[in-house]
């Protein structure tokens, strides 16, 4: 393509002239005093401001009167322009050196003639270790202006200070460690630090709302560790340490430590990380036990949704049964639906994962529970087999062949085709399975379900809805566990001698008419009868004893917040609690206080049931018309009773808190 000849073409010269004008004009910083070229100034320098620069800016030591050229000198190449040699000039004198106020006693004694400077891991340890004697100031001054909590003020702060693990480097002094602000009081380093947090300029005299931390009226720019810093010391003054902290902390450390033994602390293991390890109150034990259980409200419930349950694995249709471990240090909860799955989870209030799942094709699964030791779980459903599922080697085995030949209930080899309901004996010894046509048949359980007998069977009136075993010591002598309750259709209620297979005392439930559940809390003091029309019934243990001449006992109180059939009844480990739901119809679940004071024994019976009757009431404040519980299948409470596991038609298990029996 041809060139216009019109137009001019630029030079070499041209391109030197536009060069020299360029650094000539450069644009100098507002304020700034013009700079001297570098030849004018560069002859004048003696030796020891050449050696400060080679300190400085990494240039070699050229002394004054070295007959070299000035490119040679500077250590710069052909290509590098007069701009970039220019251009650490413009900076001012404090961006580049800084004034040593003091030196520790430990420096002095070391050779620094050749360092006139700090180290970088120096600097930053002096710029923290200023930092955390300001806050240390500012917290004496606190402590003076309180009277009454001045002593446990100062011996927070001296523990605090023991607790910070010194994290230095061989540059530093033993004396003054480097507390970095970000490293907390395990000592540990911090997992990252931005570097950039010291090239940040906060104006506090700009903005109105940082005006609060300035120490003086003409403090203005400050960089970013100065600004934490100051932000920590502000939110210490707003918020003080709790007077359950501090006498927590002062139980955990004892006596009272000086700043002297802070040398020593790093060997010794953080006491205040055992706060962290539990769960439950810091200031008072809440272990649940069966003498001293936690006590009660009596109006207000308070309770927490969690994550359900079976968030991470949902069943396939309805929840036929929620159960957790009858262990308290094993947070397990099975579930059981009509996907014919049982699913395993650990229970943690957080994410509650999945442990293990179990498909068992040939069985609809209607009912599992745990047995009493923990060690395996027992499946049942409208089949006549069951299956047992082994915890420890995860196997699954199908029960004996043979095992219901000979039960006499009119069915032959063949027995019952349906063993849906079924409980264990307190000791796991036995478990009594319900069948067909009032039949309760006795299985050995001894060696577990792979190789269980069946040892002897009872009959009753009536199909069986449900039944129960003794929980304390038996009424005709001996060990617990040797007495059957059993729940008919009709509401009858027949009392079992196991060892005789003879029938001690029978009696109807009271404005009963017909029975659907039936539980016993675990303390053996009360048991609630579940009916057809919603109402539930309590009764104490005088009404439940076999040696009561009582042919119709009374119940305590009838619970009538419910008007459809009750599917669902369950006590809290405490006894203090007693779940009963419905599921005919959504949301119908109710939760009954039966909260009873520890009182002496020799009060009169008249009295003592006075006292039962006011305690046995509902919670108002839950669950509320927004609760989503939809149809409630099964519920149950954890070993503990700080977990209540709510399942329903929608293949959901809600999970709840109740934060007077501890927190998750």
């Known amino acids: 393509m041809a060139k216009r000849g019109n137009k001019r073409q630029k030079t070499d010269g041209d391109i030197q002239n536009a060069r020299k004008v360029t650094s000539s004009s450069m644009t100098q910083p507002l304020g700034a005093v013009p700079i001297p070229h570098a030849s004018d100034s560069d002859s004048d320098k003696d030796d020891e401001e050449r050696r400060l620069e080679s300190f400085l800016f990494d240039k070699p030591f050229m002394p004054k009167g070295t007959k070299k050229g000035k490119e040679k000198e500077m250590g710069i190449g052909d290509d590098v322009t007069e701009e970039e040699t220019n251009e650490m ?14 030196i520790p006693q430990q420096d002095k004694d070391r050779d620094i003639s050749n360092s006139p400077f700090l180290s970088e891991d120096e600097e930053d340890a002096s710029e923290s270790r200023e930092a955390m004697d300001v806050d240390e100031d500012d917290e004496e001054d606190d402590d003076e202006n309180e009277d009454e909590d001045g002593d446990e003020n100062e011996n927070e702060l001296d523990d605090e200070e023991e607790l910070y693990a010194p994290d230095v480097k061989k540059t530093a002094s033993p004396e003054s460690p480097h507390k970095d602000i970000f490293s907390r009081k395990s000592g540990r380093k911090p997992a990252w630090i931005d570097p950039s947090d010291n090239n940040i300029s906060i104006s506090l005299a700009e903005d109105t709302r940082l005006r609060k931390l300035r120490d003086s009226a003409g403090e203005d720019v400050i960089n970013g560790k100065q600004y934490e810093t100051k932000l920590r010391r502000q939110y210490e003054k707003v918020n003080p340490t709790p007077s359950w902290a501090s006498a927590a902390r002062k139980k955990l450390h004892g006596a009272k430590r000086r700043r002297s033994s802070s040398s020593t602390s790093s060997s010794i293991e953080d006491p205040i990380s055992s706060l962290f390890q539990s769960s439950g109150n810091i200031a008072e034990d809440t272990t649940i036990s069966a003498d001293r259980p936690v006590p009660l409200p009596p109006t207000t419930l308070s309770i927490e949704r969690l994550r359900d349950a079976n968030q991470s694995a949902t069943t396939e249709g309805e929840v036929k049964m929620v159960r957790f471990h009858p262990s308290p240090t094993v947070p397990m909860l099975l579930t059981a639906g009509t996907d014919r799955r049982l699913r395993l989870f650990n229970i943690d209030g957080l994410t509650n994962p999945l442990i293990q799942t179990v498909h068992i094709p040939s069985l609809p699964l209607t009912t599992a529970k745990f047995h009493p030791s923990g060690t395996s779980i027992l499946l049942t459903g409208p089949r006549p087999y069951y299956y047992t599922f082994d915890l420890q080697s995860g196997a699954t085995s199908q029960s004996p062949r043979g095992l219901w030949s000979g039960t006499g209930n009119g069915r032959g080899k063949e027995g019952d085709r349906s063993l849906e309901c079924f409980e264990f004996s307190p000791d796991g010894k036995m478990v009594a399975i319900a069948g067909r046509n009032g039949y309760v048949h006795l299985l050995d359980w001894t060696f577990g379900g792979a190789s269980g007998q069946l040892i002897g069977s009872i009959k009753m009136n009536g199909s069986v809805k449900d039944l129960v075993w003794s929980t304390g010591p038996s009424s005709m002598g001996g060990q617990g566990g040797q007495e059957l309750m059993t729940l008919s259709q009709d509401g009858e209620v027949y009392i079992w001698d196991i060892r005789t297979r003879r029938c001690m005392r029978k009696w109807k439930d009271e404005s009963s008419f017909g029975g659907t559940v039936l539980d016993r809390s675990r303390n053996g003091k009360y048991h609630a009868i579940g009916s057809s029309t919603g109402i539930v019934n309590i009764y104490d243990q005088e009404a439940c004893n076999p040696s009561s001449n009582l042919s119709s006992p009374s119940a305590l109180r009838a619970i009538k917040n419910i008007v459809t059939p009750i599917t669902s009844t369950r006590f809290d480990s405490s006894s203090q609690l007693l779940a009963i739901a419905s599921k005919s119809k959504k949301d119908q679940l109710r939760l009954v206080r039966i909260s009873f004071p520890n009182l002496a024994s020799d009060l009169s019976l008249t009295l003592w049931t006075k006292v039962h009757l006011s305690s046995l009431t509902t919670y108002a ?38 934060r007077h029996f501890g927190s998750h």
């Not at 000039?89 to 003091?102: G, I, R, T």
């Open 89 to 102: 000039y413009h900076m001012l004198d404090k961006d580049l050196f800084f004034f040593d106020e003091s």
């Open 621 to 658: 404040n839950w669950p509320t018309s927004g609760t989503p519980l939809g149809h409630v299948t099964s519920v149950d409470f954890s070993r503990g009773s700080e977990y209540l596991a709510i399942g329903n038609s929608k293949g959901r298990v809600l999970l709840y808190n109740l």
